[in-house]
């Protein structure tokens, strides 16, 4: 009988305390300011050309090895190498972002959209137009790889600063 009661009481409880799930997706709660979703973009300077500067330290250091980056042959209209082909297989990323901390042009950054998803193998795979019209498309998140940098301690510097500085 104790143990009847103390079911009601819980139901009862829980009955009217306030509600705090909601119908998703028709609602959506407020992102916090420091989300980053793992889709990708390559981002455009102020003239509109790629940051990108084809040197390969997002493709080296991602652990799925899901980056390939093909610097092309001449320099870019900035004066400056570009990628000439950039993908990104999304399917095996294991969202880290170890690509986008390396990264010394703040080129490549995760987008600010929760929920994502792809119908089929092919939107999986990011392509440089793809990832350039994401960027277009998509809220960009704060964490650029010179953001992230400044977080580590002592902060890393820049492969460009640390050449610079000999
Ligand atoms: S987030 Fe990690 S696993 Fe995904 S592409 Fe970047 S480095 Fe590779
Ligand atoms: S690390 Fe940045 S600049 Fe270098 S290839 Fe990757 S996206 Fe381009």
């Known amino acids: 009988m ?43 300077d102020k003239d509109g050309n790629l940051k990108c500067i084809a040197c390969r330290l997002c493709e080296q250091i991602c652990p799925s090895q899901v980056i390939k ?50 119908l089929s193998q092919e939107e999986l795979l990011l392509t440089l137009e793809k990832m350039v019209e994401n960027g277009k498309k998509y809220q960009h998140s704060w964490a650029t790889g010179n953001n992230l940098r400044k977080f580590q301690t002592p902060p890393r510097k820049t492969v460009a600063t640390a050449k610079k500085e000999g």
């Open 2 to 44: 104790f143990g009847i009661l103390n079911v009601f009481k819980i139901t009862l409880k829980n009955f009217l305390r306030e509600t705090f799930t909601i119908m998703y997706p028709d609602k959506q709660k407020g992102i916090p300011e420091r989300y980053r979703g793992p889709l990708f973009a390559l981002t455009l």
């Open 69 to 118: 980056v093909v610097p092309a042959k001449e320099k870019g209209p900035t004066g400056k190498p570009y990628p000439e082909k950039f993908t990104l297989q999304l399917s095996a990323c294991l969202a880290c972002e170890l690509c986008v901390q390396v990264c010394p042009t703040d080129s490549i950054i995760m987008l600010r959209i929760p929920g994502w998803s792809a």
